[in-house]
C-alpha cells in the first residue's frame, strides 16, 4: 500500500507540467473522495439509491 506522500506524488506527476496549482489541489481532492468511496463500498458502508433520495427530499424542506 502506498504512503499518502507516495500517492500524493504520483497523481501531481500525472499532471501535464502547465497545470495550475488549483487544477492539482482539485485532483488530488477527487482521488482522495475516490478512495474514501471505494473503502466505503468495501465496507458496506452505503445507502440505497432510494435511502438517499429520502435524504435530498428531506433537505429540501
Given at each position: ?7 500524493m ?5 500525472s ?11 482539485r ?11 471505494l473503502?466505503?463500498s ?5 445507502v ?7 435524504r ?6
Amino acid at each position: 500500500m502506498d504512503t499518502a506522500k507516495q500517492k500524493m506524488t504520483e497523481v501531481i506527476q500525472s499532471q501535464p507540467d502547465d497545470a495550475s496549482y488549483e487544477e492539482i489541489m482539485r485532483e488530488l481532492a477527487l482521488d482522495q473522495m475516490i478512495t474514501s468511496g471505494l473503502k466505503d463500498s468495501r465496507l458496506e458502508r452505503t445507502v440505497s439509491n432510494k435511502e438517499m433520495e429520502q435524504r435530498i427530499h428531506k433537505w429540501r424542506k
